[in-house]
């Protein structure tokens, strides 16, 4: 599995950015996927996971409703729109395959993340 | 919602046993499961725990993972200590509205 993020920068208070994510070496369209952030010195904040087939998407209250996930699986793409951001956004962004389901043995359901990419850095800086 | 809380570091040494926990504020432990990731500094996260305690492939068995209902925590033990252990270690859940939550993570010193 292999995940390549670009697209951050350096982008003004109330701007907006695109990112995105290129997999390969797996079958794309079956994996669920996420971004998640690390804001400088700080730990691990999950933003957003998209679904692989029905393209469900699920959000982080810090962004929902500024930011959107989307995914072109013909192009072996994720994306994440960031409108509105503000300095706290700051941050490197990760993509990761994100296994999501419902083991119906256990009786739960699992959400969590397998393989990360490099990351980008994204600056909300005046 | 809940809070994930582990120790902000620990240290050992070399070839010892070390144990991570990760708290969680409210609701049970074992309702959900827990996740652990290594990031090493300068790299990005890398899965060593999901699922309470299966190893992603390649993750070396020296890697466990536990939950203890008794003390609502998860832990992370990493026995025969290397060097190259040195990281911070982040333990994730969910809540029941599928948001994904981590902790602040744990900086291992292996001294």
């Excluded at chain 1, 701007?15 to 070496?25: D, M, P, T």
């Excluded at chain 2, 999901?50 to 209902?69: I, K, Q």
């Amino acid at each position: 599995v292999q995940l390549l993020e670009s697209g951050g920068g350096l982008v003004q208070p109330g701007g907006s950015l695109r990112l995105s994510c290129a997999g390969s070496a797996f079958r794309f369209s079956s994996y669920a996927l996420s971004w998640v952030r690390q804001a400088p010195g700080k730990g691990l904040e999950w933003v957003a996971t998209i679904s692989a087939g029905t393209d469900t998407t699920n959000y982080a209250v810090s962004v929902k409703g500024r930011f959107t996930i989307s995914r072109d699986n013909s192009r072996n793409t994720l994306y994440l729109q960031m409108n509105a951001l503000r300095a706290d956004d700051t941050a490197v962004y990760y993509c990761a395959t994100s296994p999501q389901y419902y083991d119906t043995l256990t009786g739960y359901y699992s959400f969590y993340f397998d393989y990360w990419g490099r990351g980008t850095l994204v600056t909300v800086s005046s | 919602n809940f809070m994930l809380t582990q120790p902000h570091s620990v240290s050992e040494s070399p070839g010892k046993t070390v144990t991570i926990s990760c708290t969680r504020s409210s609701g049970s432990i074992a309702s959900n499961y827990v996740q652990w990731y290594q990031q090493r500094p300068g790299s990005s996260p890398i899965t060593v725990i999901y699922e309470n305690n299966h190893r992603l492939s390649g993750v070396p068995d020296r890697f466990s993972g536990s939950v203890d209902t008794s003390s609502n925590s998860a832990s992370l033990t990493i026995s025969g200590l290397k060097t190259e252990d040195e990281a911070d270690y982040y333990c994730q859940s969910y809540d029941s509205n599928y948001q994904r939550v981590f902790g602040g993570g744990t900086k291992l010193t292996v001294l």
